[in-house]
């Protein structure tokens, strides 16, 4: 397969080491976003460092109540990504201040949201974090007076991605219409098919984008692969994007899904096949970010790729706590 090559082999055992710590340390955490944390180790070719997670796991206890958004299912995910910060102190600092700002602005707490601030908050300089908060709102209530009853918190995420992004707002809300549009008779659900929306948006203007997916589906539909399904859809709008031939990317998704389900901590009991389908649509497309490090390839979405990766896993994690909490009542 394309990722053959013993770089993408070893950052495959890399991942599956580092979620074997990860696991083995927070074992009362949600499994998901566990298994971000090891990816976001992973995709930096490092080594899961739980003393550092759990270093800064404890400090966002330490200053934050009770029963805060950030002591949720974001917490162990924050707390990697702080931990992988060059002056963590400083970024949670700052993503306090960007969530605070953002609830001032009538968005609600949440995970989504502490997700959201911890991105604005990382890839915009202080002075600017009211203009992205507030481009971050033009964009979720455009979305909303078009989709009412499909968007809501979950999409916090991917709104403040966008409000991150140079895109003006209009025209974002009208391409992403458009997209919708052409793709929600393709697809069942249509909260998933905004979300795809979302990437292809963030992605860029190409105009073949839709039919670009479609292929892609088929392609992986032909190899009993389904990525138009649940929250894996947004997965197949970021393979969309790269510029890879679909037999190439079917291939090397297939081939990372099939060595992940023979690792211990991955089998049919520990991880569904939607999340696992989910990893390794990740791994691959990271192999584009090193080919564009490479210069192999010019970059297009390279610094999004991480950002929509976390957007998918929270997702995952919310629904499957959701799933749980429903289950126990």
């Not at 610094?303 to 976390?310: A, C, D, H, K, R």
Request: glycine share 6%; hydrophobic share 40%.
């Amino acid at each position: 397969m394309k990722n053959s090559n013993q770089s993408y082999i070893s950052r495959l055992e890399l991942f599956v080491d580092n979620a074997r710590q990860v696991r083995e340390a927070f074992k009362w955490q949600n499994a998901s976003v566990n298994r971000l944390a090891a990816l976001l180790y992973a995709v930096e070719n490092k080594r899961a460092n739980v003393e550092a997670i759990r270093t800064y796991h404890e400090m966002i206890k330490n200053n934050t109540r009770g029963f805060s958004a950030f002591r949720g299912l974001s917490a162990i995910c924050i707390a990697a990504l702080l931990s992988l910060s060059a002056e963590p102190e400083q970024q949670f600092t700052n993503t306090l201040a960007v969530y605070d700002l953002m609830k001032e602005r009538s968005f609600k707490g949440s995970d989504y949201l502490v997700i959201a601030a911890y991105q604005i908050a990382a890839h915009a300089p202080s002075a600017q974090y009211g203009m992205v908060i507030d481009r971050t709102l033009a964009f979720y209530e455009g979305m909303k007076e078009k989709h009412r009853f499909l968007t809501g918190r979950d999409d916090y995420i991917f709104a403040a991605m966008l409000g991150l992004s140079g895109i003006p707002v209009e025209q974002g809300v009208e391409r992403m219409e458009q997209l919708y549009a052409a793709l929600k008779p393709e697809f069942s659900s249509g909260n998933n098919v905004q979300a795809l929306t979302q990437v292809l948006v963030l992605g860029g203007e190409n105009l073949q984008t839709p039919e670009q997916v479609l292929r892609l589906r088929d392609a992986f539909r032909a190899q009993n692969i389904r990525l138009d399904k649940g929250y894996t859809l947004s997965s197949l709008g970021i393979l969309a994007l790269l510029p890879y031939q679909e037999s190439e990317l079917t291939r090397s998704v297939s081939e990372t899904y099939e060595y992940l389900r023979e690792q211990k901590g991955f089998g049919g009991w520990s991880i569904n096949k939607q999340e696992l389908l989910l990893l390794s649509s990740a791994l691959v497309s990271y192999q584009y970010v090193d080919d564009v490090k490479n210069g192999l390839i010019q970059s297009t979405l390279s610094t999004s790729i991480t950002n929509l990766v976390i957007a998918q896993q929270t997702a995952i994690a919310g629904a499957a706590a959701a799933a749980a909490a429903a289950g126990s009542s």
